[in-house]
Structures are given as structure tokens and as C-alpha cells.
């Protein structure tokens, strides 16, 4: 990937839950293309992510979502797996730094379950996007088109349905960053 997102900061949102290979490998993307990345979550200390249902490792908490404001980031990524984001979506305060990320036009990028966050947050209706499939209906009836592709961008939201599209998810999101109009 040679798209520069020097300096960049990119929040990535999640907890308890989360699908370890998406939280990883589109961190890492972002730092070798320069950008700073920082796990937000809903609780201090580590996180326990998950490979598919089974234990995988912990990662340090470097933001509670209370304490973290959508102005200091340039893009939000929200990982995926079952629990996670069904754990951010009752949230309130996981829903708002979400929200904020759309109000401020800031590109916003979620793999697998990670849209659900988005549903709650209300920023799904009118949008093209893909995800799991078992998504398809919650999106549909929160007003979305739901589309099956590897990666769909929609005006700045990158979209992915699973582990297997995580070449293309991160290549659309730190392309998404890098063009981003929004200035902080």
C-alpha cells in the first residue's frame, strides 16, 4: 500500500468481542500508511478480542469512548465480530462518538457486524453498504441498500463483509483518509 496518511489519527472503536484479525490488520494498515491509530472502548484497561468464538489476545485500551471526542480524529474504523458491536450499540456514548463522526463528514469505515453500531447511531438510512449477511434485513429495515461486495464505499463510509475482504477494506479506507476534505 503506498497511499500516505501521515499523521493522520484514527480511532478504532471496540471492546469485548471484537474479531481479532479485523481489529489487526486494518491497525496495521493504518500505521504503515503513516497514521496514528488508537483503540477507543467503552471500558478502561484491555480488551479481550476473539477469533471467530474462541479466546485470542488482549489489547490495551489507550481511550474510553467517554473520554474521546470525534474532533480529535481524522476517521473511525469499527472492527467487527458478534459481541462487539453488539456490546458498543447499548452504548450511549459509544452511539454519539459514532454519530459524531458522520456529522463532522469524517470518513468511517466497518467490517463484518460492525455496522450495527451504525444502525443505532442512525446514520445507515439512505446509504449503499455490505456487511455479514445476517446483517442484511436489520440494515434494510434502518433504511439502507445492502449490497454483497468484497468492499463498498459510499461518500466516505468503507463497508466489508468479512476477514476474507480485509485486503480490499484496508485499502479502501486508507484511501478514504488520505482524500478526506475534512481538515481537523
Same mark, same amino acid.
Given at each position: 500500500?503506498?497511499?500516505?496518511?501521515?499523521?493522520?489519527?484514527?480511532?478504532?472503536?471496540?471492546?469485548?468481542?471484537?474479531?481479532?484479525?479485523?481489529?489487526?490488520?486494518?491497525?496495521?494498515?493504518?500505521?504503515?500508511?503513516?497514521?496514528?491509530?488508537?483503540?477507543?472502548?467503552?471500558?478502561?484497561?484491555?480488551?479481550?478480542?476473539?477469533?471467530?468464538?474462541?479466546?485470542?489476545?488482549?489489547?490495551?485500551?489507550? +481511550? %474510553?469512548?467517554?473520554? =474521546?471526542?470525534?474532533?480529535?480524529? $481524522?476517521?473511525? /474504523?469499527?472492527?467487527?465480530? *458478534? !459481541?462487539?458491536?453488539?456490546?458498543? +450499540? %447499548?452504548?450511549?456514548? =459509544?452511539?454519539?462518538?459514532?454519530? $459524531?463522526?458522520? /456529522?463532522?463528514?469524517?470518513? *468511517? !469505515?466497518?467490517?463484518?457486524?460492525?455496522?450495527?453500531?451504525?444502525?443505532?447511531?442512525?446514520?445507515?438510512?439512505?446509504?449503499?453498504?455490505?456487511?455479514?449477511?445476517?446483517?442484511?434485513?436489520?440494515?434494510?429495515?434502518?433504511?439502507?441498500?445492502?449490497?454483497?461486495?468484497?468492499?463498498?464505499?459510499?461518500?466516505?463510509?468503507?463497508?466489508?463483509?468479512?476477514?476474507?475482504?480485509?485486503?480490499?477494506?484496508?485499502?479502501?479506507?486508507?484511501?478514504?483518509?488520505?482524500?478526506?476534505?475534512?481538515?481537523?
Amino acid at each position: 500500500m503506498s497511499t500516505s496518511i501521515s499523521g493522520k489519527r484514527v480511532a478504532f472503536l471496540a471492546t469485548d468481542g471484537v474479531e481479532e484479525i479485523e481489529y489487526t490488520e486494518p491497525r496495521k494498515a493504518v500505521e504503515a500508511a503513516g497514521g496514528v491509530a488508537e483503540l477507543v472502548s467503552i471500558k478502561d484497561g484491555e480488551i479481550q478480542a476473539l477469533n471467530h468464538l474462541d479466546k485470542a489476545g488482549t489489547y490495551k485500551v489507550e +481511550r %474510553t469512548v467517554k473520554n =474521546a471526542d470525534a474532533q480529535q480524529y $481524522d476517521a473511525l /474504523v469499527l472492527p467487527g465480530g *458478534v !459481541a462487539n458491536p453488539d456490546f458498543l +450499540r %447499548t452504548d450511549q456514548d =459509544a452511539v454519539r462518538f459514532v454519530r $459524531d463522526f458522520f /456529522v463532522a463528514g469524517k470518513p *468511517v !469505515a466497518a467490517i463484518c457486524h460492525g455496522p450495527w453500531t451504525l444502525i443505532e447511531a442512525g446514520v445507515v438510512d439512505g446509504r449503499t453498504l455490505t456487511s455479514w449477511p445476517s446483517l442484511r434485513t436489520d440494515l434494510a429495515n434502518a433504511g439502507a441498500t445492502w449490497v454483497y461486495e468484497p468492499v463498498h464505499v459510499d461518500n466516505g463510509l468503507v463497508t466489508s463483509r468479512k476477514p476474507d475482504d480485509i485486503p480490499a477494506f484496508t485499502e479502501a479506507l486508507v484511501k478514504e483518509i488520505a482524500e478526506s476534505k475534512v481538515n481537523l
